[in-house]
Every structure is written in structure tokens, then in C-alpha cells.
């Protein structure tokens, strides 16, 4: 059924790829330089006087691009170039990443920003998400715990294997996942009272030494950093489909919390599929500023916000959904340009190697659950 599914998508892009290239050779043999209409999405602004759009998954504008403008003839070029290669990976149903499509002609697109920019517009001119294109990202991220699921006929089973999967190892694989799981439940198992997202690996193989998911019954997910295409997909996935509360840990800093801000509103360079990647449910666990008073931090365990971190939480704060949606967020991160000080999710270690598994995040879930029931 959805090998039909995917087929029918298949055809549906190449038709609309059709027609926009016998568009663009329409108006140029009847002399005219063609118009190409680029809608603009966003996932926040800085608009902060009245009531914005920016989470209505609209078009907050358009960009036209024509041969006219010599700024756009470039980018035209490799819009053209990008899609062939598109519409090549459909016809024949083959798998690129954006670095092999970046390696087809790396002279003419200089850099792989050009690239990435040129596969965004694509989406947005076939009104569709990048892994439709064929196009595939490498997935960087991990998951354990209590999760069983089947990738592209393999059976990966978190809850009696004491190894993680590394999600999107093979991407194709991982896409094979997605398309699996749109139809039925049966090839995802999961008996888990909540997944927690941490922000680094280091975070999360502390975890793993301590027997985390076997004793609290959880999935543990890291994107390494910020998180990829493949994780945000996977993350949605399973919230979609076992309904869990999910929870996000990340460092004391203004990059920690722009990585919390991408998993629940999405990222700005992906706003057009904000949509299908961000996660609004999920609920900022810590680290908090406070956090270093409540359990009792030593001064040697802060460190001093850079001037580039100052700027960094000064922009963010400029945030529309901070002030509409999560206004203590903002309230929080107030508090750390305040304080100027900033800290890892390791200095609560300072206490013992378990403090992080043992005290810390069971004592933050009790506190929001007990918000929660009031």
C-alpha cells in the first residue's frame, strides 16, 4: 500500500516538474524572462507590538526571481541544475545526499549553502518536504530504551539490547521507517511513560552507563547538537504515534536553549516544513539559571557569557513566540543575561557521577508533573 503511495508522490512531483520547466520554456521562446514566484515562510519574527502569523504555517510573503536581475541569474542556474538532478533521482527512484548533488558540479555551485538553498526553494515550488525529492540527510542521531521498530525490513530492538541505534545510519533505511509508520502501529513498539531529549552524546552515554531508560521506563533521543532533518522527523514520528510527554534537557546557554526553540518551533532555514519537524508539546526540563542555586553549584562550575553569547540571548529574546507562547522561557533566559553566567549540564556532577540520573531529572519531572495537575 504505501510502496503505491509513494509512487503516485513520485509521478505527482514529476508532473509538477513538468510543467514548471515547460513554463520556463514558454516564456523564453516567446521572448520573456520568466517569473518564478518563491514563497517565504518563517517560524518566528520580531514583530512584538501586535498579534503575528508566523504559526499559521502560511507564506508570510513571495520573492520573484527573473533573468532581469543579474543577483538572481545564478540562482536560477542552480535551481534548474538542482532539479534535473531531482527529477533524475524520481525517475530512476534513487537516494542522494545534499553533498553528492553539491559534488555533481562543484564548480558552478561554489558552495554547499548554494545547494541547500536551491533544494528549500524546490520544496517550496513542489509544495512538498526534501526527503519526497529523494534527497536524504545523514542521520547524526541516537535513541535508546524502550522502543522495538522495523527499518526497511531490519528489526531494531532498544528494550532488550543494551546497544542504541544510531538513527538514519543508512538514510534510506530511515525514510523506508517513516513511510512504514504512516500506514500501521505494528512495526512500533513502545512501553515508555515519556522520551527525553538531551543535547549532547556525552549526556546521553552517561545515561546509557547508568541504566537510565531500564529504570525509569523511558526513550532517550540526542540530535548531537543541533538536531538533524532525521531526528526532528523521528522525534515527531513517535510523538505522533504513542503520544507520549516529551521532555528536553539541555546546557545552561543561549545555544543550548536555541536548540530547545528548534525542536519545539522549528528552524528558520526549514520554516516552509516547520510543520512536519518541530514538536510543540515538548516541555524545556532544564538546565535552568536557577538551577545553580537550588542544587547548589559551586562558582567554580559557572562560567562568564561571552559577548558573542550576550548578542546571541539578546537576538532571541526579540522572539515573537517568546512573548505570545512561552513567556517563562523568556523569563528565564532574562535571567541568564542578567546574571551573565552560563553552565553545562555536566557541572551536576560536581555532586556525584549518578547525580544527573539519580536526583536531577526524576526530581525536574515530579516538579512539572505536579504543575501540571494543579
Request: net charge positive.
Amino acid at each position: 500500500m504505501e510502496g503505491i503511495r509513494s509512487s503516485t508522490r513520485s509521478r505527482d512531483l514529476l508532473r509538477k516538474i513538468k510543467e514548471f520547466t515547460l513554463s520556463i520554456l514558454e516564456a523564453l521562446s516567446e521572448g520573456r524572462s520568466p517569473l518564478i514566484f518563491i514563497q517565504s515562510f518563517r517560524t518566528y519574527c520580531t514583530n512584538l507590538d501586535s498579534i503575528c502569523s508566523c504559526r499559521s504555517n502560511k507564506p508570510s510573503g513571495h520573492e520573484i526571481l527573473t533573468f532581469q536581475k543579474e543577483s538572481h541569474v545564478h540562482r536560477i542556474d542552480v535551481l534548474l541544475r538542482v532539479l534535473l538532478i531531482v527529477q533524475q533521482l524520481l525517475q530512476e527512484n534513487k537516494h542522494a545526499s545534499k553533498r553528492d548533488i553539491y559534488y555533481m558540479h562543484p564548480l558552478i555551485f561554489s558552495d554547499q549553502s548554494v545547494v541547500d538553498r536551491a533544494i528549500n526553494d524546490i520544496c517550496i515550488l513542489l509544495q512538498c518536504s526534501r526527503h519526497n525529492l529523494n534527497v536524504v540527510s545523514v542521520g547524526n542521531g541516537l535513541v535508546m530504551g524502550w522502543l522495538r521498530f522495523f527499518e526497511a525490513g531490519r528489526k531494531f530492538d532498544c528494550i532488550n539490547s543494551p546497544n542504541t541505534v544510531r538513527m538514519g545510519e543508512w538514510p534510506i533505511q530511515f525514510l523506508c521507517l517513516l513511510r512504514m509508520l504512516k500506514v500501521t502501529n505494528k512495526y512500533l513498539v513502545s512501553a515508555a511513560l515519556y522520551i527525553l531529549v538531551v543535547e549532547k552524546e556525552s549526556v546521553f552515554q552517561r545515561l546509557e552507563n547508568d541504566k537510565f531508560c531500564s529504570k525509569n521506563r523511558c526513550i532517550v533521543i540526542t540530535g548531537r547538537g543541533y538536531p538533524g532533518v532525521p531526528t526532528r522527523r523521528f522525534l515527531r514520528l513517535l510523538m505522533d504515534k504513542l503520544s507520549l510527554p516529551v521532555y528536553c534537557l539541555v546546557d545552561c546557554d543561549p545555544y543550548g536553549f536555541d536548540i530547545l526553540a528548534t525542536y519545539r518551533f522549528g528552524s528558520m532555514q526549514m520554516a516552509y516544513d516547520a510543520k512536519f519537524l518541530r514538536v510543540p508539546q515538548i516541555q524545556w526540563l532544564g538546565a535552568f539559571p536557577s538551577d545553580s542555586e537550588n542544587y547548589d553549584l559551586p562558582k567554580q562550575c559557572l562560567l562568564p557569557l561571552t559577548i558573542e553569547d550576550k548578542r546571541k540571548t539578546e537576538a532571541m529574546l526579540q522572539r515573537c513566540y517568546l512573548h505570545q507562547e512561552v513567556p517563562d522561557w523568556r523569563s528565564e533566559l532574562e535571567l541568564m543575561l542578567q546574571r551573565g553566567t552560563k553552565f553545562e549540564i555536566e557541572a551536576l556532577s560536581v555532586h556525584s557521577l549518578s547525580f544527573l540520573s539519580e536526583v536531577y531529572i526524576p526530581s525536574k519531572i515530579q516538579e512539572i508533573k505536579s504543575i501540571c495537575q494543579v
